[in-house]
């Protein structure tokens, strides 16, 4: 996860885009996360765990149990990849945008964004991996605006909550290359 964190925050200076922090989730076959702010990584002995968060759940998913095998119901229980064959009975790929199960999704990945941006206040967040499309994080900044309820000032949602500047989720390699040329300049 920091290796994905760092190689955005790296093409971020790139793209000529001033970010001093962010925050990178990838949901796939699992969920994690991992946090740079001012270049250096938030988190001693690791990156933060934050796939296993617990949240709220939507009233519409009460029933389903989760698939985390040590916490069930936390954010990588009820988002993960995985979680569209154990609710559905079929990989996500196969499921349009249009099934309710994205909005419930969207619903959950909004809070993990909400906890990130109360907490860490990054000064951007991105969400990778096989799980994430543009059009689903549209839901997601929909459910994240109803969330925060204009608590705090994050400006563009659209800037704010985005997919990663390296396609094909290359961002880890991006990053693990910087960090390694970063080292043999030390």
């Known amino acids: 996860m920091n290796g994905s964190a760092y190689g955005e925050y790296v093409m971020a200076t790139l793209f000529n885009q001033h970010v001093d922090s962010l925050t990178y989730y990838t949901i796939g076959?699992?969920?994690?996360?991992?946090t740079v702010i001012g270049g250096n990584f938030v988190g001693e002995l690791g990156h933060p765990e934050v796939g296993h968060v617990r949240l709220k759940r939507h009233p519409d998913d009460l029933d389903f149990d989760g698939i985390c095998p040590f916490h069930g119901d936390c954010l990588e229980g009820l988002v993960a990849g995985?979680?569209?064959?154990a609710r559905l009975g079929k990989p996500g790929k196969d499921v349009p945008l249009t099934d309710h199960v994205?909005?419930?999704?969207?619903?959950?990945?909004?809070?993990?964004a909400l906890q990130v941006t109360l907490t860490l206040r990054p000064g951007k967040i991105v969400f990778g991996g096989g799980v994430v499309s543009p059009?689903?994080?549209?839901?997601?900044?929909?459910?994240?605006?109803?969330?925060?309820?204009?608590?705090?000032d994050v400006g563009d949602l659209d800037e704010y909550i985005v997919m990663p500047l390296v396609k094909n989720n290359g961002s880890a390699t991006v990053g693990d290359f910087a960090m390694a040329l970063k080292e043999l300049n030390k």
């Open 82 to 85: 995985p979680t569209f064959d």
């Open 29 to 34: 076959t699992g969920v994690g996360a991992g």
């Open 135 to 152: 059009e689903f994080l549209i839901k997601v900044r929909s459910e994240f605006a109803k969330l925060m309820n204009n608590y705090v």
């Open 102 to 112: 994205w909005d419930i999704m969207a619903y959950y990945v909004a809070q993990a």
